[in-house]
């Protein structure tokens, strides 16, 4: 028996996103080049205030920083992990772990496994 494998897409404030499957289409933003609100000229390592959304920024030459707080120290600008494009909170991303991505209103999300699922969680808690 042949099984056929659809990628049903979702409509979130105006962006598609469809789930990856066998066969799908490419997310229509599924990299750095597409996610609205990134920051540019930002310096690596300067201070940044918001840790929750529109995180992502390029410095002068080109490389994709985020706004981060490690062990709750003052923010600042580190280099990203690879960025995929826009995503949907709590959505499977088996195959980009520890990879990031911005969800459709600009919350900052990172890929985590646990449990033995991979998700796109908040990036601001991972």
């Known amino acids: 028996m042949r099984t056929t494998v659809l990628a049903v ?5 105006g962006a598609v996103i469809a789930s990856p499957a066998a066969g799908a289409e490419p997310l229509p933003c599924a ?3 597409c996610v609205p609100g990134i920051a540019g000229n930002v310096v ?11 995180v992502f920024g390029t410095t002068d030459w080109g490389r ?3 706004c981060g707080s490690p062990r709750r ?9 690879p960025m995929e494009g826009i995503r949907v ?16 209103d600009g919350l900052f999300l990172s890929c985590v496994a646990s449990s033995g699922e991979s998700l796109w969680v908040r990036g601001d808690n991972s």
Do not use: K, M, W
């Not at 120290?73 to 992990?81: D, L, M, V």
């Not at 909170?89 to 459709?104: D, H, K, L, R, Y």
């Open 9 to 13: 897409p979702l409509v979130i404030a």
């Open 31 to 33: 990299g750095p080049e």
């Open 44 to 54: 690596l390592g300067a201070p940044c205030t918001n840790t929750t959304h529109y």
């Open 64 to 66: 994709l920083v985020f």
């Open 73 to 81: 120290y003052a923010p600042r600008y580190f280099r990203s992990p």
């Open 89 to 104: 909170e709590n959505t499977n991303c088996t195959g980009f772990e520890n990879s990031v991505a911005q969800a459709p």
